[in-house]
Each structure stands twice: as structure tokens, then as C-alpha cells.
Nanobody, 123 residues
Framework: QVQLGESGGDSVQAGGSLRLTCAGS????????MGWFRQAPGKERERVAT????????YYADFARDRFSISRDNRKNTVDLQMNNLKPEDTAMYFC????????????????WGQGTQVTVSS
């Protein structure tokens, strides 16, 4: 059973930066596609960024492409999301997710989810 735990969420001012970390555990976690998703109050959950098991393949949502960076360390079983130049519209609960099937992650239907970490950006 894969388990995921996020950390790093905080309240920051617009223009600031945060680094979110997802710590994973369980069998073959390093063989899982990983992703970061977010959900703001009253809005649907949306994909932020994803990364392939070996870290060579990256995807970013349009809003994240120039400001966010996803990376993973398979020795530590962690996936990070570096977020720069944060905007108030980035305010949301951010979730880490994982699945052996990359398509499931791409479609926003991964098997495993973390509990989330709150990011609040004030203007």
C-alpha cells in the first residue's frame, strides 16, 4: 500500500516562493508516476504538474509552466514542487498523487492521494 504525505504549505505574499514536498512510502514507489494537483474552494481539482518514474518526463499546466518546477529523488522517495512568483490565484489545497499508470495520473484519477497541504497567497 502506497502512502503519501505532503508538507511545505504556508501563507505567503504574492511574489513569494514555496517548496512543497511529498514523501512516499510503499512497494515500488519509485516505479510510480507522481503528480501534484490542487483544489481551490468552490473549484474543481486541477492537475499542476506530473513526473515520470525516472524523472525524465515532465508535464506542467499552463499556469505552472513558467513558475513551478517538479522534481523527484527516488533515493529518498520524495517529489518536490518548487513554486515561484506565487499569485493569489494559486491559493488552494495542494495534493500529491501516485499511480503505476501514467495515464491515470494524467487524467486526474491516480490510485493514491495524500492528505494535502494548504497554500495561501495574499495580495
Amino acid at each position: 500500500q502506497v502512502q503519501l504525505g505532503e508538507s511545505g504549505g504556508d501563507s505567503v505574499q504574492a511574489g513569494g516562493s514555496l517548496r512543497l514536498t511529498c514523501a512516499g512510502s510503499g512497494p515500488d514507489i519509485d516505479h510510480h508516476y507522481m503528480g501534484w494537483f490542487r483544489q481551490a474552494p468552490g473549484k474543481e481539482r486541477e492537475r499542476v504538474a506530473t513526473i515520470t518514474p525516472d524523472g525524465s518526463g515532465l508535464y506542467y499546466a499552463d499556469f505552472a509552466r513558467d513558475r513551478f518546477s517538479i522534481s523527484r529523488d527516488n533515493r529518498k522517495n520524495t517529489v518536490d514542487l518548487q513554486m515561484n512568483n506565487l499569485k493569489p490565484e494559486d491559493t488552494a489545497m495542494y495534493f500529491c498523487a501516485a499511480d503505476r499508470d501514467g495515464w491515470s495520473v494524467s487524467m486526474g484519477r491516480p490510485t493514491y492521494w495524500g492528505q494535502g497541504t494548504q497554500v495561501t497567497v495574499s495580495s
